[in-house]
Every structure is written in C-alpha cells, then in structure tokens.
C-alpha cells in the first residue's frame, strides 16, 4: 500500500491550500482515511477523517468550519481542502489509511496503519 501527499506549501494567513493524497496497493473504496499533522517536538495531531463510503466526516475542533476533508474513490483519492488558514496549522500534513475494511470512523492515530511521506503546509503571519 502506498500513500503520496501532494499540495502542501507557503501561504499566508488567511489564505487556502489544498491537500491531495493517492493511494494505491489495496481497494481504496473500502477504508476509512485521514490526516493528520506534527510539528517537530510535539506529538501527532488528528485533523481530519472520512468514513469508508464518504457519509461520516470528523474534524479536530481546531479546524471544523476551516477545513473540508473529501473522498474520490473512483480515482483512490483523498483530498483536504484548508481555508482561512492560520499560523497555527504550520505542520508538516500525512494522509493515513486504516488498519481494517468498514469500520467506524475515528480520529485514533493508532487505527491507521499505513502513512504517506508527509507533505509541508507553512503559514506565514
């Protein structure tokens, strides 16, 4: 299974980025996907998820209303759309796939078994 972030960069605040994450290696239509984030020192950050066919959606409070988490299966995407973005979301940003096929949607770093590289998201003040 392989997961390859794209989009990350330089924005300033209060500006937009958006976030694509590719998989491949397994059925992607039947896994739950997130992202998450880490800054250098702290611990990994929950952002966002999406159940397996798309219906539930959780978001960190720190980014409900901010950020759209979506799903393309057909092309075995997951996107991450951030608006009104602040210092704060500085981090470096990972798309993740669960461990098992169907389950319930959660924000537990530990459900997810494989990660993408990581792509740079910096928001300049």
């Known amino acids: 299974v392989q997961l390859v972030e794209s989009g990350g960069g330089l924005v300033q605040a209060g500006g937009s980025l958006r976030l694509s994450c590719a998989g491949s290696?397994?059925?992607?239509?039947?896994?739950?996907m997130g992202w998450f984030r880490q800054v250098p020192g702290k611990e990994r950050e929950f952002v966002a998820a999406?159940?397996?066919?798309?219906?539930?959606?959780y978001y960190a409070d720190s980014v409900k209303g901010r950020f759209t988490i979506s799903r393309d299966d057909a092309k075995s995407t997951v996107a991450l759309q951030m608006n009104s973005l602040k210092p704060e979301d500085t981090a470096v940003y990972y798309c993740?796939?669960?461990?098992?096929?169907?389950?319930?949607?959660?924000?537990?770093?530990?459900?997810?078994?494989?990660w993408g590289q990581g792509t740079q998201v910096i928001v300049s003040s």
């Open positions: 993740a796939s669960e461990k098992y096929p169907g389950t319930t949607v959660t924000g537990d770093g530990g459900a997810y078994e494989y």
């Open positions: 290696g397994r059925a992607f239509s039947s896994y739950n």
């Open positions: 999406i159940s397996w066919r798309g219906g539930n959606l």
